[in-house]
């Protein structure tokens, strides 16, 4: 049976003043989820203002949830002129929680687009086109309700050695339990776009599972013909030790399993276990789609 196909566009073919033509009176956010991203949050968040928000009215809020970075992060973010939000602030009631998807989740609840963009923040090469790639299908294309990047990602400078754990770990459990989604070139990349209105209704795992989770229920919700993948060009970013990936990896095998439904502990936290190191808590709890919890926050009121 032959693979089904996906939409993929390069961000050259969306160039900026149709995306702003386009956009009517749409509200973007652009966010950035960051934890310790000192040496690169202040240049992109200063591109983003630059070149989409003054330069070309496309984006019309940057955020970053920090959370709780310890080297700065969060006042050279403020310095480009982004609105700083702190993840442990927002949403107390819902309890605590950490990790990346924890902080984009929190994103939803703090930003006001209609359409939320977001970028990882440890990238060292950030140009405007990792924006305006991910709206363009969004604004220009029926029917699409998300998108997701790709990229080529060098490994130390040497080209086509990156994603070393979508290679290994997450495109072996896509062609096992998700084959519909075997087309996605980098099914763990950090940038990708949606609609609010899709975004408020899905869970996201806290920790690194989010970018996987996220891909794998909104297919099944709005279908392989409401995404697109965009090239986006080469990303540069800081490229972790082998033995730094064993937790994201981990995180990734947990919430494939579970989504396939063959999980024996999709409600305990898994612990990565490795010789000569303490055992390692993994993050891979849920927090549940925003639209529940708005609806909470109603009956409260």
Not at 120 to 142: I, M, Y
Not at 173 to 196: D, K, T, V
Not at 197 to 225: A, K, M, T
Request: glycine share 10%; charged share 25%.
């Amino acid at each position: 049976m032959p693979t089904p196909a996906v939409r993929t566009f390069s961000h050259r073919d969306f160039p900026v003043d149709r995306l702003v033509e386009a956009k009517g009176d749409s509200r973007i956010s652009v966010v950035l989820p960051a934890r310790n991203e000192a040496p690169t949050i202040g240049p992109i968040v200063a591109a983003v203002r630059r070149h989409l928000v003054r330069k070309q009215r496309l984006v019309d809020e940057v955020v970053v949830v920090d959370d709780g970075s310890t080297d700065g992060t969060a006042a050279r973010a403020a310095a480009a002129g982004a609105c700083v939000v702190s993840a442990a602030e927002v949403a107390p009631e819902a309890g605590p929680g950490s990790g990346k998807g924890n902080a984009m989740w929190k994103s939803l609840l703090v930003t006001e687009g209609d359409i939320v963009v977001w970028c990882d923040a440890d990238v060292r090469n950030f140009r405007p086109c990792f924006v305006t790639g991910l709206l363009g299908p969004l604004l220009l294309e029926d029917g699409v309700s998300f998108s997701k990047g790709f990229y080529e990602r060098p490994l130390d400078g040497v080209r086509g050695q990156g994603g070393r754990v979508t290679e290994l770990v997450a495109r072996p459990l896509i062609s096992l339990f998700f084959p519909q989604l075997a087309m996605f070139a980098q099914p763990l990349a950090g940038e990708y776009a949606g609609r609010r209105e899709l975004l408020e209704q899905l869970p996201f795992v806290q920790g690194y599972g989010v970018d996987l989770g996220l891909l794998i229920d909104v297919v099944d919700r709005v279908g392989l013909n409401g995404i697109a993948q965009v090239d986006l060009g080469v990303r540069v970013h800081r490229n972790r030790a082998l033995d730094e990936l064993g937790p994201q990896a981990t995180a990734v095998v947990h919430t494939a399993l579970a989504r396939a439904g063959v999980s024996a502990h999709r409600d305990s936290l898994p612990v990565l276990a490795r010789p000569w190191r303490e055992p390692e808590i993994v993050e891979v709890r849920e927090r549940p789609p925003v639209a529940q919890l708005r609806a909470a926050r109603a009956q409260l009121a």
